[in-house]
């Protein structure tokens, strides 16, 4: 579960650098805000929950702008605020064209969602 955020970087560093990698034109405060971040600005990433660094990475979903997400136990270290959040935010992409691959051990309950069940051979 890496959730590939620069620790020593404050919360609005690392949405900037992510903003700049993909290229977004979005606006990165309200990102942070909408994914509920926005009292930590200046906080480095070290110091964050897990449940915070899971929206700094829901941030940098929205910032990526791109069609396919690949999510690994996407809901795990959120709260059930943080998971309404991935489900709006997931149901929002999935409606607007996107595709989303999802590992996960628990339903996200999103419309569309299909289930292919898998284990080792």
Known sequence: H???LKAQ?????NALFFAALAGAQEDVAAILSRVGLS????????????GQKRRLGLARL????RPLW?????????????????????????TSGGIAIAATHAPL?????????????
């Open 70 to 94: 690949l999510l690994d136990e996407p809901l795990a270290a959120l709260d059930e605020n943080g998971r309404e959040l991935l489900r709006d935010i997931l149901t929002r992409h999935l």
């Open 39 to 50: 009292r930590v600005l200046d906080l480095p990433a070290a110091y964050l929950s897990a």
């Open 62 to 65: 929205l910032l990526s702008s």
């Open 109 to 121: 309950g999103v419309a569309g969602e299909r289930v292919m069940l898998g284990g080792a051979p």
């Open 9 to 13: 970087l404050r919360v609005t560093e």
């Open 2 to 4: 890496a959730d590939g």
